[in-house]
């Protein structure tokens, strides 16, 4: 019994600090790779959920093109109802549901100041249109 607690003493302990001193070392010194950070708004999500809208809006307005022609207006007036209650809905929705979440990456009015923050903004529109586009 002495000779496993003497070999436990002299072998395994040294070896077993030795293994930990090593977890610690490269926990500490090994490099990881910088984690790519998440973008303070999810454009692909807000892309997605504006689209119904869009489209809800977009019939609300032919709608309002067959209303016009329904009550004798020409074509040209029938199309100048659905454009101007096309434009209507399309700002107010974009307005309160869409720059809300765009003015937290840049603030309206601004233009980008450097590369990286350029870069945000193109990354944020490319992902906003991939969610208009059904996430593609």
């Not at 454009?43 to 016009?68: E, H, I, Q, T, Y």
């Not at 009550?71 to 101007?84: P, R, S, W, Y």
């Not at 350029?118 to 969610?131: I, P, S, Y």
């Given at each position: 019994m002495?000779t496993?607690?003497?070999?436990?003493?002299?072998v395994l302990?040294?070896?077993a600090?030795?293994l930990?001193a090593g977890v610690v070392?490269?926990?500490?010194i090994?490099?990881?790779?910088?984690s790519?950070p998440?973008?303070?708004?999810?454009?692909k999500?807000?892309?997605r959920?504006?689209?119904?809208?869009?489209?809800?809006?977009l019939g609300d307005?032919w709608?309002?093109?067959?209303?016009?022609?329904?009550?004798?207006?020409?074509?040209?007036?029938?199309q100048?109802?659905?454009?101007a209650?096309?434009?209507?809905a399309?700002?107010?929705a974009f307005?309160?549901?869409?720059?809300?979440?765009?003015v937290k990456?840049?603030?309206?009015?601004?233009?980008?100041t450097?590369?990286a923050k350029?870069a945000?903004?193109v990354?944020l529109w490319?992902d906003?249109?991939?969610g208009?586009?059904?996430?593609?």
């Amino acid at each position: 019994m002495k000779t496993i607690a003497s070999f436990i003493q002299s072998v395994l302990t040294p070896l077993a600090v030795l293994l930990l001193a090593g977890v610690v070392a490269y926990d500490h010194i090994e490099g990881r790779a910088p984690s790519t950070p998440r973008p303070i708004v999810n454009g692909k999500a807000l892309g997605r959920s504006f689209a119904p809208m869009v489209s809800s809006n977009l019939g609300d307005a032919w709608l309002a093109a067959a209303n016009a022609l329904e009550q004798g207006k020409d074509i040209t007036g029938a199309q100048a109802a659905l454009q101007a209650a096309w434009q209507d809905a399309r700002i107010k929705a974009f307005s309160a549901k869409v720059a809300p979440e765009f003015v937290k990456v840049l603030p309206e009015g601004l233009e980008p100041t450097d590369p990286a923050k350029r870069a945000e903004v193109v990354q944020l529109w490319r992902d906003f249109a991939a969610g208009l586009k059904g996430g593609r």
